[in-house]
């Protein structure tokens, strides 16, 4: 559906997951669209306060808190996080893994076996950042089409996924070498590489398996139907080899992006 000559676009943006959240619909009606902003915005509060690594109440607090073996309740958006950053973990051979070194547990140790639930075999401590920006996008995304808005675009921090059958033009930055432009319809793409001296690393290194050792980060960009699979996928992309990589971007309808093609 295209935009009619009296459609406007509307743009809010704000601070959130640790970055800035820019949301952009085009509909015919400054009010609309403005609630369908806010409820956007909602969307992506509600994942932050989730799945926040250590915060009273959260969902990944109250797994790291609860005893071995014990079921403890979590949000379907936890499940679904935390059931695709374990199929991964299956996929890398155990190199993406969102649990922290402060801890001695592994993804692998959490049984998810029992929908809506988790149980922990071991002491774990979990940061999703590096896969929960995404997913926080796409809930946006839904947030949007729920309130009848048919084109548009949420951006966070770099991941990004834009709606409706317009096309979009963006432009890729890598460190080095000329900006690529990439036209994306109805996708995801989401870009991770290494950041200025100072700044906070994206996912505080943590995908490391269990060598910890610190990995030779480059850009990557992908792009996805979603931008779950799009965010999670750049990190294995930068872990893992060729042949890995390929399979994870062949089983989710993933494409990695050549950012050396503008130079």
């Known amino acids: 559906m295209e935009p009619s000559s009296q459609t406007?676009?509307?743009?809010?943006?704000?601070?959130?997951?640790?970055?800035?959240?820019?949301?952009?619909?085009?509909?015919?009606?400054?009010?609309?669209?403005?609630?369908a902003i806010a409820s956007a915005f909602?969307?992506?509060?509600?994942?932050?306060?989730?799945?926040?690594?250590s915060a009273a109440g959260s969902d990944l607090?109250?797994?790291?808190?609860?005893?071995?073996?014990?079921?403890?309740?979590?949000?379907?958006?936890?499940?679904?996080?935390?059931?695709?950053?374990q199929d991964l973990h299956v996929i890398t051979g155990g190199l993406f893994d969102p649990?922290?070194?402060?801890q001695p547990g592994r993804l692998h140790d959490l049984d998810l076996s029992v929908p809506g639930h988790v149980a922990r075999r071991a002491p774990v401590a979990i940061d999703l950042g590096g896969i929960a920006k995404g997913f926080a996008v796409d809930q946006a995304v839904e947030a949007?089409?729920?309130?009848?808005?048919?084109?548009?675009?949420?951006?966070a921090g770099g991941d990004l996924r834009v709606f409706g059958e317009k096309s979009r033009?963006?432009?890729?930055?890598?460190?080095?070498?000329?900006?690529?432009?990439?036209?994306?319809?109805?996708?995801?793409?989401a870009v991770s590489g290494p950041r200025s001296a100072g700044s906070p690393a994206e996912h505080r290194g943590y995908y490391l398996g269990s060598t910890g050792e610190s990995v030779t980060v480059k850009t990557v960009a992908i792009t996805a139907p979603e931008a779950i699979v799009a965010d999670a996928l750049t990190k294995c992309a930068m872990l893992c080899t060729d042949a890995t990589t390929m399979l994870a971007l062949?089983?989710?309808?993933?494409?990695?992006?050549?950012?050396?093609?503008?130079r």
Request: aromatic fraction near 4%; hydrophobic fraction near 50%; charged fraction near 15%.
């Open 250 to 262: 062949r089983k989710y309808g993933a494409r990695l992006v050549d950012v050396t093609a503008g």
């Open 61 to 85: 607090e109250r797994v790291s808190a609860a005893a071995p073996g014990a079921l403890t309740p979590i949000d379907a958006w936890t499940y679904s996080v935390l059931s695709l950053a």
């Open 8 to 35: 406007l676009y509307f743009q809010r943006v704000r601070p959130s997951l640790g970055t800035l959240v820019a949301i952009e619909v085009a509909l015919e009606d400054e009010a609309t669209a403005l609630t």
């Open 99 to 102: 649990c922290t070194p402060e």
């Open 169 to 189: 033009l963006l432009v890729i930055r890598p460190p080095s070498g000329a900006a690529l432009q990439i036209e994306l319809t109805n996708a995801a793409l």
């Open 144 to 155: 949007l089409k729920a309130q009848g808005c048919t084109v548009g675009l949420v951006n």
């Open 42 to 53: 909602r969307s992506i509060d509600r994942v932050a306060a989730l799945m926040h690594p």
